[in-house]
């Protein structure tokens, strides 16, 4: 079945290290996306992708960064330069064909 | 630019009770129209959508959301709760299908049984 797959689950790091969480899709999507989920701040996004090679910054990208090498992958880094890192993270997939976006199950991010 | 407002961060339903959960929405252009239901430390899961078709519309699991463009509008509803309904609920707008999704801040909905 296709959809997107995020890894690991749960990811523990301590402070002053970078981390890069996984985000892979089968869905033969274009776009790609990266939110942050804090309680009771709903979705904020982080960077986005509409094609490989080429990403844009959304409302909170600064700590962060992504690469999209590849249509099937986007990985995002935390870096030690994000003062709040601990979160969950989501990505999602879109295409012009389809109405929505596609979530994947979310990485959540503690940092000790 | 477009947004959405979910009036009610929390909503307690018993079961078997209706469901409400109220979305209004703002755009310069006719939306696309979406629910998402997200269970705890999961992603969120297309309910339902509005892509200009007929104003009702039916989702998964029972619920359905009416499009009321003159009341800028598009709340969810379920005859009668059941306690798998509890979960935390989004409303988005993209009135251009394209990168620019935006998210209500979501409603969680408590089931009492």
């Known amino acids: 079945d296709g959809g997107i797959t995020q890894s690991p689950k749960y990811l523990f790091r301590k402070e002053g290290q970078n981390v890069t969480l996984s985000c892979e899709q089968n869905l033969n999507h274009d776009a790609m996306y990266w939110y942050r989920q804090d309680p009771g701040q709903g979705l904020r996004l982080i960077y986005y992708s509409q094609i490989v090679n080429d990403f844009q910054k959304g409302d909170i990208a600064e700590g962060y960064s992504v690469s999209r090498e590849k249509k099937e992958s986007f990985p995002l880094t935390v870096t030690s330069a994000q003062k709040n890192p601990t979160a969950f993270y989501l990505c999602?997939?879109?295409?012009?064909?389809?109405?929505?976006?596609?979530f994947g199950s979310g990485t959540r991010l503690t940092i000790v | 630019a477009q947004s959405v407002t979910q009036l009610g961060s929390h909503v307690s339903v018993s079961e078997g009770a209706l469901v409400l959960l109220r979305c209004n929405y703002s755009s310069s252009v006719p939306p696309y129209l979406f629910w998402y239901v997200q269970y705890p430390n999961q992603g969120l899961q297309l309910l339902l959508k509005y892509t200009s078709a007929a104003t009702l519309v039916k989702g998964i699991n029972g619920f359905e959301a009416e499009f009321k463009k003159s009341e800028t509008s598009f709340h969810l509803t379920k005859p009668s709760a059941h306690m798998s309904d509890a979960a935390e609920y989004f409303c988005a707008v993209n009135p251009y299908n394209n990168n620019d999704m935006r998210f209500g801040a979501g409603t969680r909905l408590t089931v009492k049984p």
């Open positions: 999602a997939s879109s295409s012009r064909d389809s109405y929505g976006y596609t």
